[in-house]
């Protein structure tokens, strides 16, 4: 069994909004999968249905080769989950939720727990309310860090850690990686998702629109390209030109956007023209994600 | 900007979101007070016609420590609200408390509050919003009840006199919640302060009304009041103002105590914990224990307290009759002595038994907030399955409600015995278990209720409650169908000592009970969470 979660034409509604609409999601065994997509396109609900807390109204979905609905128990010892909004019972202490959730999963790795508190610098003696958001959210991670399970559901988990905390955390998750355990990352930082996935998943309105390692989406965007030509183009010339898109000319200076595999044939086209500056600038993560966003 | 700047929008707020609940239990108060009125001059329309059920009144002290003194024994009028000044005193006070916590301590604690107060919001703002709106809600309901009596023709001072004791009443714990709002810091110690509270002023007068050394008990619990306004009889309708006075000064407490803490905390803050959970903490009943013990220990001081004094009360309680023909009467009948007392404590075990339902209705209730809060998501993504989440804090409830029925029968029995009653501490026991199946029956239909209705359990659970408490007093006086009175648990416990036990009701009952539970588990292993 090579993937820890499949799930397909997924479905799930909550009155008359469609939260998920067919959605589709592939996590390898080993990888740490990023899960992107706009606020309210529907990541939560998926994870809650990979958690049995919703029922999916279409659509299948497995977890470790099981059904997230109905092997709770079973499923649930080899899994782990942090949401995305950590709320703590206000009369148990930290080091108490972090092992209670712990002994829940059916129990947790004391040397592990201590050392993770270390590391994530946590005061475990707190109560419920005196925790920041920050604190809240890595009462959460030491829980689920600290059980010997093979998949981590991890939705926002790093929202409201400072600079140094999202460094322990990525050295903590590519610990994870290392031990050939399974992670699913929901997450609205780029840099972290860049910094940490084998591949990614961008869904929007509750669809998956591309799903792929890094290298391969961004193969499917497009490259910004900026040039001044010694003999200036005309619309009519390009037109015929494949991959070549937004074409902007003013005067001597072209802009425009390429599809990445057509770079060469549009350069060589362009060099016909008299090539006498050029930038061509592949493109950012950021501008990756908002493509896929917007679209 | 003043500290009241946005009390107006904020009092807006409030009252979009409960434009449904306020009027509801306005109508519901008042509604039942004037209906019961109505039903009870139908039968006693002149003072010669009363004259049986006024001694009967009388002649039972329970009923005395229940409802307190009538205003007026020859008044028509007067017999027409003396079921309901002391319950419904209780239920518009219940109505104060709860629209104040609602809109304060538990906004705080949802954060809510923080939101509003990063606006264009004055500190003191939503605890003044909160008041007034409180305020307006009981004003409302003792004009409407006013009116609704004179519209029935009973006297106008007497009805005023009515209406200022309810005000002065709940008006007085609108005030008290708003300093345990600022007390506690979470919105369930805020309601064990003021529910606490409650509680503690009606054994006061009930003690106070029963016992005639001590009646100045009944002038300084709040609920006092709304007898000794004496409506249809001395028509002290000054008592208002001791409500207003004690409204006054929570307000201005609450308000200094305010300005003295931080957004979030309260004044009886947190401490450090320990690091570790204990080995009890590891399933989710572990944790409904933990999370329920606080409160439950403060239930089982109450229902301490509560079998001290009703014990104490019942040798002395008989002594009140002292009319020579009826404790002949019941002689001859073959109680002696020891009957009358039977009959109290009967009654008193009864009537408490619908404090363990509340009891059990707010642990059951728990679920619900746990869910809310997003807990119940984190237990359930642990290796456990929804039996058991639906069955932790149901048990607690279960139990916990019949440990609370066995040690007031207990302290009861023990305290009758030590002041030479006879009642014997084995009757009293076996009477509070014979009440425990109704009990049961109401906590049933709350977990059940958060299974299938989970946005308007807590409304279905305490509805009920009330419900059942109200047919049961006034369904016989208002000519309900049988079917409906006998739709109350309550009316099925053995009434125990006075009558033997019998199996068949008990039977029912647990049936019921688990008939609910079951489809309670139904309902939860299919619904969402969250
Ligand atoms: N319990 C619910 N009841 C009604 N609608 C819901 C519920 N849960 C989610 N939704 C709706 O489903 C859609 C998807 O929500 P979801 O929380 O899955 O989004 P998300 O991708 O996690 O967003 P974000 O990035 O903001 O966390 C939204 O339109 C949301 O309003
Ligand atoms: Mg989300």
């Not at chain 2, 309550?490 to 006075?498: A, D, E, G, I, L």
């Amino acid at each position: 069994m090579s993937d820890a979660i499949l799930v397909s034409g997924l479905r799930k509604t909550f009155g008359t909004t469609t939260a998920l609409d067919g959605l589709d999601l592939t996590v390898s065994t080993g990888e740490v999968h990023g899960f992107l997509g706009p606020n309210g396109s529907g990541k939560s609900t998926t994870i809650r249905i990979l958690l049995g807390l919703l029922r999916a109204d279409g659509g299948t979905a497995q977890v470790l080769g099981a059904d997230p609905w109905t092997d709770v128990e079973t499923l649930h010892r080899r899994l782990a989950y942090v949401p995305g909004d950590v709320t703590m019972w206000p009369n148990l202490t930290g080091g108490e939720v972090i092992d209670f959730l712990g002994r829940l999963r059916g129990g947790l790795d004391q040397a592990k727990r201590d050392a993770l508190l270390e590391r994530f610098d946590l005061d475990p003696t707190k109560k419920g309310r005196a925790y920041s958001k920050g604190n809240r959210q890595k009462v959460a991670l030491v829980a689920a860090l600290a059980s010997d399970v093979d998949l981590l559901l991890l939705d926002e988990p790093t929202a409201g850690l400072d600079p140094l905390m999202e460094r322990v955390f990525r050295d903590c998750i590519d610990e994870v990686r290392a031990d050939g355990r399974t992670v699913l990352l929901s997450s609205h930082i780029l840099s972290e998702v860049e910094a940490l996935c084998d591949r990614v998943s961008i869904i929007k309105d509750g669809r998956t629109v591309e799903s792929g390692s890094l290298t391969q989406l961004r193969h499917l965007t497009r490259t910004s390209l900026s040039a001044v030509l010694d003999r200036p183009a005309t619309a009519a010339d390009l037109s015929a030109l494949h991959g070549l898109h937004d074409v902007v000319i003013e005067g001597d200076r072209l802009t425009g956007s390429v599809d990445t595999e057509r770079i060469g044939p549009v350069l060589d086209a362009l060099g016909a023209h008299g090539i006498r500056a050029l930038t061509c600038q592949a493109p950012t993560l950021e501008e990756l994600f908002l493509r896929s966003y917007q679209s | 900007m003043s500290a009241y700047t946005g009390t107006t929008e904020l009092l807006r707020l409030a009252w979009r979101r409960d434009r449904v609940l306020v009027p509801l239990g306005i109508l519901a108060i008042a509604g039942m007070a004037v209906s019961s009125a109505k039903a009870t001059l139908a039968l006693y329309p002149t003072a010669e016609s009363m004259g049986g059920a006024i001694s009967e009144i009388f002649a039972s002290p329970a009923a005395v420590a229940l409802y307190g003194p009538i205003g007026n024994p020859t008044s028509p009028d007067s017999l027409a609200v003396v079921k309901m000044t002391m319950m419904g005193a209780v239920f518009l006070s219940l109505f104060g408390y709860a629209v104040v916590r609602r809109h304060t301590r538990s906004e705080e604690e949802a954060g809510r509050l923080e939101l509003l107060g990063s606006g264009v919001v004055g500190r003191r703002a939503p605890l003044a919003a909160a008041v007034v709106l409180a305020t307006g809600a009981v004003l409302i309901t003792c004009l409407l009840t006013a009116l609704g009596y004179i519209g029935l023709g009973m006297q106008s001072a007497g009805s005023v006199a009515f209406a200022s004791g309810w005000a002065a009443s709940a008006l007085a714990f609108v005030g008290i919640t708003a300093v345990a709002a600022q007390l506690s810091s979470t919105s369930r110690s805020c309601a064990g302060l003021a529910g606490g509270a409650i509680g503690a002023a009606f054994l006061l007068r009930s003690i106070g009304d029963s016992q005639a050394t001590l009646s100045w008990l009944s002038w300084i619990s709040p609920l006092g009041w709304s007898t000794q306004s004496a409506a249809y009889g001395a028509n002290r309708s000054w008592v208002a103002l001791l409500g207003v006075a004690v409204l006054v000064a929570g307000v201005i407490g609450s308000f200094a105590l305010l300005d003295r803490r931080d957004l979030g905390a309260g004044l009886l803050a947190g401490r450090r914990g320990s690091a570790h959970a204990p080995a009890s903490l590891s399933s989710p009943v572990g944790l409904a224990w933990r999370l329920g013990r606080p409160g439950f220990l403060g239930w089982l001081a109450g229902f301490v307290v509560g079998g001290l004094v009703v014990g104490g009360l019942a040798k002395s309680a008989t002594d009140l009759i002292k009319d020579p023909g009826i404790a002949d009467m019941l002689r001859k009948m073959g109680g002696g002595e020891g009957l009358l007392e039977d009959v109290y404590l009967t009654t008193e075990i009864g009537f408490i038994s619908v404090i363990a339902a509340a009891f059990g209705i707010v642990v059951a209730l728990r679920l619900r907030s746990e869910e809310v809060a997003g807990h119940t998501e984190q237990v359930l993504a642990g290796a456990t399955t929804r039996s058991r989440v639906l069955a932790s804090h149901t048990v607690i409830g279960l139990l916990g409600s019949a440990v609370l029925m066995l040690v007031l029968g207990g302290v009861i029995g023990v305290v009758d015995a030590a002041a030479g009653g006879s009642a014997g501490v084995g009757r009293l026991l076996a009477s509070a278990a014979a009440h425990v199946p109704a009990v049961w029956v109401c906590i049933a239909l709350a977990v059940c209720a958060y299974a299938w209705l989970p946005r308007i359990a807590a409304g279905v659970a305490w509805g009920a409650l009330a419900v059942f408490l109200t047919v049961g007093e006034f369904g016989g006086l208002l000519g309900l169908p049988g079917w409906l009175i006998d739709l109350a648990p309550f009316t099925h416990s053995p009434r125990m000592p006075v009558e033997p036990f019998s199996l068949p009701p008990v039977v029912g009952l647990l049936a019921v009970a688990a008939a609910l539970l079951a489809a309670a588990y139904a309902g939860f292993r299919r619904r969402d969470i969250g």
